[in-house]
Structure formats: structure tokens, C-alpha cells
């Protein structure tokens, strides 16, 4: 059990360094090929390349508050890292290692736009329904969030997260184990 705990570990991690480069990717190539040029429609009317610095959150709430954002990403990850620590190495919690990842990467991606210009990089903008510019990974955390609601409301049961506890309680149990189906 340590070993494939060890092994997922290893994997989240690796899954990070590539969703963040390709975050990161994206964002070069839009700094690149869009800053100070005109939209590149993609779909006419529904899907254009727009160049923005964001200096806020989403929708660009909260301009300019870099020192609270890298804090709040720093928390999330703080919180990220310990969960996938204490999480089991059953086969059930796989969606749950994908949504932190997700999560993660997209912290992570946006946070090393903040600390090294101080702006994010936002270059995706649906005009259909005129909604903010956004990047790769924004996407990231609001997948993330949507298979996460889902998940918890139709997936997993509130047992399934006993594992978040603080205190750890001692308890007599019956001598079996678990393989990483979850199967006693």
C-alpha cells in the first residue's frame, strides 16, 4: 500500500510540472503572438484570442491585490498537499488525485504569473456569451470544480473523507486489509 501511495504521490506531481508547463506554454504563446495585435477570431461570433493582463481575480474582481492572491494560492496548495498525503491509495479516491491536480496546476499557473510580472495572462474570450477573458488554467480549476461538485454530491459519501480528520481515532477492527479496490 506505501508503494503505490509513493507511486500516486510521484504521478500528481509529475501531472503538476506538465498541466503547469502547459499553462505556461499557452501563456508565452499569447504574450507572444497577441500582445498589442488585434482579436484572432477562432469561430466567428463565438470564440476569439483576446491578449489581457488581469491584475485581479476572475470576472477582475479584486485588481491589484497580488500579496492576497499568492497567499490564497499558497493556502490552497498548503491545503492540496495534505490531502493527497493523507488520502488512501484506493482506487476510488483516482477522481478525487485528478481534481487536486487540476486545482493545483491552475494555483500554480496563475501564481507564477503574479510573483514574476504581476499580472496574469488571460487570452481565451467566448463573445457568444460575452464572458471574461480567461487561460488554461482558469479551465483547469473550473473542471476541477465541477467534477468536484458532482463527485462529492453523487460519488463518494461523507465516510469517504474520514481520512481529512485531525484527530485520528483509534479503533479495533477486524483483522482484514483492503486491496486498492477497496475490497476487504
Given at each position: 500500500?506505501?508503494?503505490?501511495?509513493?507511486?500516486?504521490?510521484?504521478?500528481?506531481?509529475?501531472?503538476?510540472?506538465?498541466?503547469t508547463w502547459l499553462d505556461q506554454f499557452t501563456k508565452n504563446m499569447a504574450v507572444f503572438y497577441l500582445k498589442g495585435q488585434p482579436s484572432v477570431p477562432i469561430l466567428k461570433d463565438i470564440?476569439?484570442?483576446?491578449?489581457?493582463?488581469?491584475?485581479?481575480?476572475?470576472?477582475?474582481?479584486?485588481?491589484?491585490?497580488?500579496?492576497?492572491?499568492?497567499?490564497?494560492?499558497?493556502?490552497?496548495?498548503?491545503?492540496?498537499?495534505?490531502?493527497?498525503?493523507?488520502?488512501?491509495?484506493?482506487?476510488?479516491?483516482?477522481?478525487?488525485?485528478?481534481?487536486?491536480?487540476?486545482?493545483?496546476?491552475?494555483?500554480i499557473g496563475n501564481m507564477i504569473d503574479r510573483v514574476v510580472q504581476?499580472?496574469?495572462?488571460?487570452f481565451i474570450y467566448f463573445v457568444l456569451i460575452d464572458f471574461p477573458i480567461f487561460n488554461v488554467a482558469d479551465i483547469y480549476v473550473t473542471c476541477a470544480t465541477v467534477i468536484f461538485v458532482i463527485v462529492v454530491l453523487f460519488y463518494y459519501k461523507e465516510e469517504d473523507f474520514?481520512?481529512?480528520?485531525?484527530?485520528?481515532k483509534i479503533?479495533?477492527?477486524?483483522?482484514?486489509?483492503?486491496?486498492?479496490?477497496?475490497?476487504?
Amino acid at each position: 500500500m506505501k508503494k503505490r501511495k509513493i507511486v500516486l504521490l510521484i504521478a500528481d506531481l509529475a501531472a503538476m510540472i506538465l498541466l503547469t508547463w502547459l499553462d505556461q506554454f499557452t501563456k508565452n504563446m499569447a504574450v507572444f503572438y497577441l500582445k498589442g495585435q488585434p482579436s484572432v477570431p477562432i469561430l466567428k461570433d463565438i470564440l476569439v484570442l483576446q491578449y489581457l493582463e488581469n491584475k485581479g481575480a476572475a470576472f477582475g474582481m479584486l485588481q491589484n491585490q497580488k500579496i492576497f492572491f499568492v497567499f490564497i494560492e499558497v493556502l490552497i496548495l498548503l491545503v492540496i498537499g495534505f490531502v493527497l498525503i493523507r488520502m488512501p491509495a484506493l482506487k476510488k479516491y483516482n477522481l478525487m488525485h485528478v481534481i487536486l491536480v487540476l486545482v493545483a496546476s491552475g494555483a500554480i499557473g496563475n501564481m507564477i504569473d503574479r510573483v514574476v510580472q504581476d499580472y496574469v495572462v488571460d487570452f481565451i474570450y467566448f463573445v457568444l456569451i460575452d464572458f471574461p477573458i480567461f487561460n488554461v488554467a482558469d479551465i483547469y480549476v473550473t473542471c476541477a470544480t465541477v467534477i468536484f461538485v458532482i463527485v462529492v454530491l453523487f460519488y463518494y459519501k461523507e465516510e469517504d473523507f474520514a481520512f481529512l480528520s485531525v484527530k485520528q481515532k483509534i479503533q479495533r477492527t477486524p483483522n482484514y486489509t483492503e486491496d486498492e479496490d477497496g475490497k476487504r
